[in-house]
Every structure is written in structure tokens, then in C-alpha cells.
Nanobody, 130 residues
Framework: QVQVAESGGGLVQAGGSLRLSCTTPGLDFENYDIAWFRRVPGKERVAISCINWNSGRGRTVHYAPSVEGRFTISRDDAKNIAFLQMNNLKPEDTAIYYC????????????????????WGQGTQVTVSS
């Protein structure tokens, strides 16, 4: 069974928008922190954003400085889906985007550490033309 699956990538012009979706068919979605990472060929995979599960300790979200103000992460536990809304896209946003999930407290701890996330999607390609 696939644990994590993301979709919504595509080709857009600079200044355009895309919305990525993440589901966790192999996991109990509402109990997992969700994060988005991206990787440019030849470079390391980098954390972009995360959102914690509804633990009662409050809502936590994080954004990398490179996407702050342009990207918005959200989740809908009733529908078992998370989103990454990407606005004002730039050519440097071109990358493979990955959804990751963690049963622990990754988003409220060292959120950008890849090692904290136990479950990963296969990635969806986002290409932004100038």
C-alpha cells in the first residue's frame, strides 16, 4: 500500500500559481505532521513548509525563507488531504516536490530535518518558465 502520494505539479509561467495535494492512503492522516520538500537535480532535498497534526498544542506552520509570503500550507482532516498553494512562482521554484509525513512531532521540533520524517511520496514535478 502506498503510504504517501502527492499530485498537482505541472508547467507554469513565472508569476503563475499551482496547488499541490498530499494524501496518505497508508496512514491515519489526522495523526501525522505533514511537510513539503523540494529537490533540484544535483542538489540536496530542502524543506519548504510543514504543518502539525491537531494535537491540542496549537497549530504550527513553518516556511522556508525562499517561499515565505508566496506559498501557503493547509490541511483538511475531514477530507484527509493537505495542500501547498504556490503563488507568484519563480523559475528557481522549479523542482521535484515531495510530501512527507511523521507520526511524531517533526513540525514542532527540527522541522526542516529530512531524517525526522518517516514516510515519503514519490514526488511531483513543478516547472516554472521565465
Amino acid at each position: 500500500q502506498v503510504q504517501v502520494a502527492e499530485s498537482g505539479g505541472g508547467l507554469v509561467q513565472a508569476g503563475g500559481s499551482l496547488r499541490l495535494s498530499c494524501t496518505t492512503p497508508g496512514l491515519d492522516f489526522e495523526n501525522y505532521d505533514i511537510a513539503w520538500f523540494r529537490r533540484v537535480p544535483g542538489k540536496e532535498r530542502v524543506a519548504i513548509s510543514c504543518i502539525n497534526w491537531n494535537s491540542g498544542r496549537g497549530r504550527t506552520v513553518h516556511y522556508a525563507p525562499s517561499v515565505e509570503g508566496r506559498f501557503t500550507i493547509s490541511r483538511d482532516d475531514a477530507k484527509n488531504i493537505a495542500f501547498l498553494q504556490m503563488n507568484n512562482l519563480k523559475p528557481e521554484d522549479t523542482a521535484i516536490y515531495y510530501c512527507a509525513a511523521d507520526f511524531g512531532q517533526a513540525c514542532t521540533n527540527a522541522w526542516s530535518s529530512e531524517a525526522l520524517y518517516d514516510y515519503w511520496g514519490q514526488g511531483t514535478q513543478v516547472t516554472v518558465s521565465s
